[in-house]
C-alpha cells in the first residue's frame, strides 16, 4: 500500500507565481516530513522539512505546511523560477517504520515554471 | 558538506550478468540505503544497512544484495541481472538523529538489454 501519495504527477505555474506541491500520507506514526527536489540524471537533494510538532516551516522561497488532521502536507514556492522546474518528491518517517531514518517516498510532482 | 560518490553515472548491462553498483561516503555516516527511482513509482527501497556487516531488506529486495565490509562503502549486488531491473539506482546516507534528512547520490542509470 501507498502510504505516501502524490496525486499530481505534473503541475505547470507560470513564473513569478505561487506553485503549490500537495501530498497526503495514511500512517499517524509519520513524524517528520520533507520535501526533495530532483533533477533529470542527478540525485534528489533535501530541499526543506517539518517535524509534526509543527504546522508550518519557511525557508526562503519555500514554506512547508502540515495539517496532521488531514494527513496532508503542501510545499508553497513563491515566486516561481524556471530554475525549479524539477520533479519534487514529498517523503515521510516515524513510528514502526523509522528502521534507521529511511524514508518512504511519493511518487513524485514533476513542476514546469514556464518564462 | 556531505559527499555521496556512486562509482558509475550510466551503466548498460547484458541479461543475466552479474552487476555491482558501489557508493562511498565521506561522512562516517551510520546507515546507508539504496534505493530504485523509476517514473510514477518514486523512490522504493531496495537495502539498508547500519553498520558494517548489518544489511536489512527494504521494500523491493527480490533480486538484489549487498555488501558492507567498510563503514563508508556500501554495494549493491544485481545476481543475474533482467530488463525489468533497468532503472535509476540511489544511493543515500544518514547520520542516525532525531531529524535528519537523507543525502543521496547523484545516481546510476543502468540500463539491462
Known amino acids: 500500500d501507498q502510504q505516501v501519495k502524490q496525486n499530481s504527477p505534473s503541475l505547470s505555474v507560470q513564473e513569478g507565481r505561487i506553485s503549490i506541491l500537495n501530498c497526503d500520507y495514511t500512517?499517524?506514526?509519520?513524524?517528520?516530513f520533507l520535501w526533495y527536489k530532483k533533477y533529470p540524471a542527478e540525485g534528489p537533494t533535501f530541499l526543506i522539512s517539518?517535524?509534526?510538532?509543527?504546522d508550518k516551516n519557511e525557508d526562503g522561497r519555500f514554506t512547508v505546511f502540515l495539517n496532521k488532521s488531514a494527513k496532508h502536507l503542501s510545499l508553497h514556492i513563491v515566486p516561481s523560477q524556471p530554475g525549479d522546474s524539477a520533479v519534487y518528491f514529498c517523503a515521510a518517517r516515524g513510528g514502526a517504520t523509522y528502521q534507521g531514518g529511511k524514508l518512504i517516498f511519493g511518487q513524485g510532482t514533476e513542476l514546469s515554471v514556464k518564462p | 558538506d556531505v559527499k555521496v560518490t556512486q562509482s558509475s553515472r550510466y551503466l548498460v548491462k547484458r541479461t543475466g550478468e552479474k552487476v555491482f553498483l558501489e557508493c562511498v561516503q565521506d561522512m562516517d555516516h551510520e546507515n546507508m540505503f539504496w534505493y530504485r527511482q523509476d517514473p510514477g513509482l518514486g523512490l522504493r527501497l531496495i537495502y539498508f544497512?547500519?553498520?558494517?556487516?548489518?544489511?536489512e531488506k527494504g521494500d523491493i529486495p527480490e533480486g538484489y544484495s549487498v555488501s558492507r565490509e567498510k563503514k563508508e562503502r556500501f554495494s549493491l549486488i544485481l545476481e543475474s541481472a533482467s530488463t525489468n531491473q533497468t532503472s535509476m539506482y540511489l544511493c543515500a546516507t544518514i547520520r542516525d538523529r532525531i531529524n535528519s534528512p537523507l543525502h543521496f547520490g547523484n545516481g546510476t542509470r543502468l540500463t539491462v538489454t
Open positions: 517539518i517535524s509534526s510538532i509543527k
Open positions: 500512517n499517524s506514526m509519520f513524524d517528520y
Open positions: 544497512s547500519y553498520d558494517v556487516k548489518m544489511k
